[in-house]
């Protein structure tokens, strides 16, 4: 079964403490994989789409890496406007078309 | 150019009442998703339309749920009659046809609570 995993649950980091948030997946083959961010009571904004391993992609303070077993999400130099809710999620091959499988996220928040 | 929008943004209703909910994707997008994200646990696929078409109902939950989408266009889900269960954030997202993998983009979701 398709499966996402996200850790850690929560992160609390000081503005300007750099981090990584984790994003392992079991698929039976990957089409691509998806980096979302999400402020209460919104919903998930697109940041990154990764589709094979050794793939990298940026934006501002976040950087996206991809292996075949795992993604991270690296925040370089926090501000508490990097506050959110990271979602990730999988696209399969297998298991129908296009729809995304989802981790339960990280609540991350960042503090002056 | 405008996002996905759904509508309504908050409804209470008790239980065994029908409550629809209404998403309008980005214009020119043919893929349009309902998603559901129930107290404590992961967002969750429920059906993908591709124009008017369902392409995949695999993730709908029971008869109870019904989703339209006439002319390929905005997209209505409903639920009747809706259960206790049924409370949760439902998104909806739409993204273009193309080759490869889709990008797709999320309404702000209508959290439904059912009392």
């Known amino acids: 079964e398709d499966q996402v995993t996200q850790s850690p649950e929560a992160l609390r980091l000081q503005e300007g403490e750099s981090s990584s948030l984790n994003c392992s997946y079991t698929?039976?083959?990957?089409?691509?994989l998806f980096w979302y961010r999400q402020d209460p009571g919104k919903g998930p904004e697109f940041l990154f789409t990764l589709y094979s391993a050794g793939e990298e992609k940026e934006k501002e303070r976040l950087k996206a890496t991809l292996t075949k077993k795992e993604s991270f999400l690296h925040i370089t130099a926090p501000k508490p406007e990097d506050s959110a809710t990271y979602l990730c999620a999988v696209q399969a091959f297998s298991g129908g078309y296009n729809k995304l499988i989802f981790g339960a996220g990280t609540r991350l928040a960042v503090h002056p | 150019e405008a996002g996905v929008t759904q509508f309504p943004s908050h409804s209470v209703i008790e239980k065994g009442q029908t409550v629809t909910l209404r998403c309008d994707p980005i214009?020119?997008?043919?893929?349009l998703y309902w998603y559901r994200r129930v107290m404590g646990k992961e967002i969750k696929f429920l059906l993908h339309?591709?124009?008017?078409?369902?392409?995949?109902e695999s993730g709908m939950p029971n008869n109870r749920f019904l989703a339209e989408r006439t002319g390929g266009t905005y997209s209505t889900l409903k639920v009747q009659p809706a259960e206790l269960e049924d409370s949760g954030v439902y998104f909806c997202?739409?993204?273009?046809?193309?080759?490869?993998?889709?990008?797709?983009?999320f309404g702000p979701g209508t959290r439904l609570t059912v009392l």
């Open positions: 214009s020119g997008h043919d893929n």
């Open positions: 997202a739409s993204s273009q046809v193309g080759r490869g993998t889709d990008t797709q983009y």
């Open positions: 698929v039976s083959g990957l089409r691509g």
């Open positions: 339309f591709v124009k008017e078409s369902k392409q995949d």
